[in-house]
């Protein structure tokens, strides 16, 4: 790939940029227009167009709409009213758009609830939404029934294809495919809720942020622009839909450019690049653990035989973004930065790899709600100077992100279902009295040309010999070395030291030489960051969003009477990895380990 000059980077940031505020331009929290009336001037624009494209079958835009309207009726029909929650437990297909967009048309709230939940986890992320009516798909018989003891309330259920709930698709094919009144969502503003999206609760259970209708038109609108989606393009999404970035940013990326949405029930590495060959894709959405399973394929001739142009998504790191270039053709990458529920959004737009955004110093003033903050890393806080207020970072310098707290569309913080979950994460008094900030909890830094990269979430940096090590780079370290497939890094308490010791869970190929890895890993990292411990597993730990999992792999520790996986531990002295037998661990815990 050919390096931009300043001026060139410059110029394209500036068209990107213009590009997606003509996209969102007037979206407003106080706007009556809301997303079913995008949905709905979508349909009308592009009605004969082919709007998803699922196993096999095409759906039209109007055919689509005309299901979202049976939706809607069936809503109106059992009695649902504005503001109540239906909960959506189902797997990606047509339907789950349909339901939440035939939802909203009647002012009616839908959780996107994580397909991979069961008891207690399943029932409280349906009781802190409220849900009284939940629809399912198939195969969530056994889940729904496990949660059945921990709800609060009762919850009707119906399905498309169980015979143990109530069957929806029967009762849809009653209803009129005609529009409802918009007298139905009469009074709302853009800045009700519209949808509840969980966190992906990686370390505990997860939080329902509410996403407005201001919010998700906007998430919708983000990419069109920058990524010059057209409808004659084909959008590969494979990611769930009960994520923002599949179920939002991509649904609309595709429907409200007039483009087509091929839609995968789930990811397959195996099957992903002739899909993308057999549908025509000329995009995909990502999520940068699917490029890096991607690469761990074996290389077929086909690699290149597909249309695809380019993606957008987060979570790509430098060494996958080159090599995915490198070996696919794929290089012109729309990453991003951003939470579900956070009002923080940075988006690279010129292609500099390994970025996740930028703040351009000639564009400091419409960046002005956003901050990096020194942290403390004991606490986990940011650091305060002696005034009281937080200390900005400075260039090249790791900070936590922030997000001023106010009132316009970019700026609100609308918060989670728990008020207490809300509180957590603003904090006050950053830089004067009385000021509120979101608090992100991820570490940046920013370099002198206003690039933005990711270095780790707080809780996921720990201290180790007095230093700080942040797992995403000892993981990036991991990712340069032969034979390692993934590497998900974590810091662990060992008795009788001070700090936390470095623990890698990784999945490996029968290449690997686990005795010399520590040698590779002292090419790119100091002492200090070299994880002490080394898991390997036979498929890594994520959640359906592919993040990888740390909080049960902290609990397993290093003891290989609780842990079935290998388990290894650096020696100095032979300066290796060994096996961690009974005999070792008994000495590592009793501090006799030397690393």
Not at 136 to 158: I, K, M, N, R
Not at 278 to 301: D, H, M, S, W
Request: glycine share 10%; charged share 25%.
């Amino acid at each position: 790939m050919k390096a931009l000059s300043n001026l060139q980077r410059d110029a394209k940031f500036l068209t990107g940029a213009l590009s997606l505020l003509k996209w969102t331009k007037g979206i407003s929290p106080d706007s009556d227009f809301l997303v079913p009336d995008d949905f709905e001037r979508a349909v009308d624009e592009h009605a004969i167009r082919i709007a998803f494209r699922f196993e096999g079958r095409l759906t039209a835009y109007a055919e689509f709409d005309a299901h979202a309207n049976r939706y809607a009726h069936w809503a109106l029909q059992r009695g649902l009213k504005q503001g109540d929650v239906v909960a959506l437990l189902m797997e990606n297909r047509p339907d789950y758009v349909a339901a939440w967009v035939g939802l909203s048309k009647v002012g009616v709230v839908a959780a996107l609830v994580n397909t991979n939940l069961d008891g207690e986890g399943l029932a409280y992320s349906l009781n802190i939404a409220g849900a009284q009516k939940l629809i399912t798909g198939t195969g969530f018989e056994a889940a729904v029934h496990s949660a059945q003891p921990f709800l609060e309330g009762p919850l009707d259920a119906w399905s498309l294809n169980s015979p143990v709930f109530r069957d929806i698709a029967a009762e849809l094919k009653d209803m009129p495919t005609y529009r409802p009144t918009r007298l139905r969502r009469a009074g709302m503003k853009g800045k009700d809720t519209c949808l509840f999206v969980y966190t992906s609760g990686t370390t505990g259970m997860p939080k329902a942020a509410k996403l407005t209708h201001a919010r998700v038109r906007t998430l919708m609108r983000n990419f069109i622009g920058p990524c010059e989606i057209t409808p004659k393009d084909r959008i590969l999404e494979a990611l769930p839909l009960y994520h923002a970035t599949g179920g939002v940013c991509a649904v609309g990326a595709a429907l409200m450019s007039g483009a087509s949405l091929i839609l995968e029930r789930k990811f397959s590495a195996s099957r992903f690049w002739d899909d993308a060959v057999l549908n025509g894709a000329t995009l995909f959405v990502y999520i940068g653990e699917i490029c890096r399973y991607l690469l761990n394929q074996p290389k077929r001739p086909a690699d290149k035989a597909h249309q695809i142009r380019g993606g957008f998504g987060n979570g790509l790191r430098e060494d996958v973004w080159a090599r995915f270039a490198d070996r696919f053709g794929v290089s012109d990458f729309k990453e991003f930065y951003g939470s579900t529920e956070g009002n923080v959004s940075l988006l690279n737009i010129d292609g500099k790899i390994g970025a996740c955004g930028r703040i351009p110093p000639w564009m400091k003033k419409p960046f002005a709600h956003v901050a990096f903050v020194k942290p403390d890393m004991e606490t986990e806080q940011p650091l305060r100077g002696e005034d009281g207020f937080c200390v900005r970072a400075g260039v090249d310098e790791a900070g936590e992100v922030l997000g001023r707290i106010g009132e316009d569309n970019r700026t609100r913080f609308e918060g989670y279902t728990d008020s207490r979950d809300t509180e957590g994460k603003v904090l006050h008094d950053v830089f004067e009295k009385g000021d509120m900030w979101f608090r992100t909890g991820d570490l940046m830094r920013k370099d002198k040309d206003g690039y933005v990269y990711f270095i780790d979430r707080i809780g996921d940096t720990f201290r180790w010999k007095g230093e700080n090590v942040a797992t995403n780079e000892v993981g990036e370290a991991f990712s340069h070395i032969q034979g390692v497939e993934t590497a998900n890094v974590y810091g662990i308490a060992v008795p009788g030291a001070d700090g936390k010791a470095g623990m890698a869970a990784i999945t490996a190929s029968d290449e690997l030489d686990i005795a010399g890895l520590h040698r590779l890993l002292a090419e790119r990292l100091p002492g200090y960051a070299i994880p002490v411990f080394l898991r390997v597993q036979k498929e890594p730990e994520t959640t359906g969003t592919f993040k990888y999992r740390k909080i049960e792999l902290v609990k397993d520790g290093f003891d290989p009477n609780q842990v079935h996986d290998p388990l290894y531990v650096y020696n100095a002295e032979e300066d290796r990895y060994e096996p961690m037998t009974e005999e070792v661990y008994k000495k590592v815990v009793n501090g006799g380990g030397r690393f």
